[in-house]
T-cell receptor, first 114, second 112 residues
Framework: ETGVTQTPRHLVMGMTNKKSLKCEQHLGHNAMYWYKQSAKKPLELMFV???????ENNSVPSRFSPECPNSSHLFLHLHTLQPEDSALYLC?????????????FGPGTRLLVL | GDSVTQMEGPVTLSEEAFLTINCTYT??????LFWYVQYPGEGLQLLLKATKADDKGSNKGFEATYRKETTSFHLEKGSVQVSDSAVYFC???????????FGTGTRLQVFP
């Protein structure tokens, strides 16, 4: 398997549920990212990890909790979400965390919060 | 702060038509500029990029020229195909930012 994979591809959850999104990259990259993609809005960078250390946290609500156990895996733990959190959540990786580096994206997890 | 503005879509074209998707930016210094493409059901992938003024990025028949005088990076293709139907994102990374800044995306629909 190559590239960046994400599971699940679709997720429906209630506001009281706890769920996790998983991302795995097979590119040997050192940096991984979580983005939120909402309709008619620019992609929003949520978190950046470099060599398993969080280097960026863009004022994301605490109901989103990232975890990076190693340089190949990235999780986004979700709890007590709101309907406005419904969106496509994209994971990406790059060789290094510099913004000029090409980022490689996974297919995303489509999340619906009821 | 730095920002990217793209034309709103959708852009609807017939096959073999000429394509232009406008992108302008606001940034201090000399940003790098990118076009990413998102095909249905997939994540974004880099289409082309340019790192300095007057550079032309090109890939798969698409081109974009970094115009500092007009702060633009318009995407063009001479003859689109149905398979080009996707959402196109303009983005920049600048010296004053530590992140990639995306536009809102422009949906392109090409009909046979």
């Amino acid at each position: 398997e190559t590239g960046v994979t994400q599971t699940p591809r679709h997720l429906v959850m209630g506001m009281t549920n706890k769920k996790s999104l998983k991302c795995e990259q097979h590119l040997g990259h050192n940096a991984m990212y979580w983005y939120k993609q909402s309709a008619k809005k620019p992609l929003e960078l949520m978190f950046v990890y470099s060599l398993e250390e969080r280097v960026e946290n863009n004022s994301v609500p605490s109901r989103f909790s990232p975890e990076c156990p190693n340089s190949s895996h990235l999780f986004l733990h979700l709890h007590t979400l709101q309907p406005e959190d419904s969106a496509l959540y994209l994971c990406a990786s790059s060789q290094n965390p510099a913004p000029q580096e090409t980022q490689y994206f996974g297919p995303g997890t489509r999340l619906l919060v009821l | 702060g730095d920002s990217v503005t793209q034309m709103e879509g959708p852009v609807t074209l017939s096959e073999e038509a000429f394509l232009t998707i406008n992108c302008t930016y606001t940034a201090t210094g000399y940003p790098s500029l990118f076009w990413y493409v998102q095909y249905p059901g997939e994540g974004l992938q880099l289409l082309l990029k340019a790192t300095k003024a007057d550079d032309k990025g090109s890939n798969k028949g698409f081109e974009a020229t970094y115009r500092k005088e007009t702060t633009s990076f318009h995407l063009e293709k001479g003859s689109v195909q149905v398979s080009d139907s996707a959402v196109y994102f303009c983005a920049l990374s600048g010296y004053n930012t530590d992140k990639l800044i995306f536009g809102t995306g422009t949906r392109l629909q090409v009909f046979p």
